[in-house]
């Protein structure tokens, strides 16, 4: 099982990057997945989460009217859809995967010990 995310880069305040987690080795279970991000010298926190197959999204309020996370199965990716950014979103974004068939409200998705599947990250920096 593999994650790797793209998407990331350099903008200015108010503007907007797209950012992918393509995942392979999965079966057609439904899985949580997720995105998290680390400022230096903070914690990691969860930013969004999926259901996939399901469609049921989740946001931390942080993002939430701003960001949108979405899944095309056709391509096995899940992304990160971020406008309206800010300084403060400046941070290393993280895709992770929950065990199968264990929704994102059981998995308390935003819990970063819930998932052991992540992928290497992608830098966000918003200036």
């Known amino acids: 099982v593999q994650l790797v995310e793209s998407g990331g880069g350099s903008v200015q305040a108010g503007g907007s990057l797209r950012l992918s987690c393509a995942f392979s080795g999965y079966t057609d279970n439904q899985y949580c997945m997720s995105w998290f991000r680390q400022a230096p010298g903070k914690e990691r926190e969860g930013v969004a989460a999926i259901w996939t197959r399901g469609g049921y999204t989740y946001y931390d309020s942080s993002v939430k009217d701003r960001f949108t996370i979405s899944e095309d199965l056709n391509r096995n990716t899940v992304y990160l859809q971020m406008n309206s950014l800010k300084p403060e979103d400046t941070a290393m974004y993280y895709c992770?995967?929950?065990?199968?068939?264990?929704?994102?409200?059981?998995?308390?998705?935003?819990?970063?010990?819930?998932?052991?599947?992540w992928g290497q990250g992608t830098q966000v920096t918003v200036s």
């Open positions: 992770a995967a929950g065990p199968p068939s264990i929704d994102c409200l059981s998995l308390d998705w935003s819990r970063e010990n819930a998932y052991s599947i």
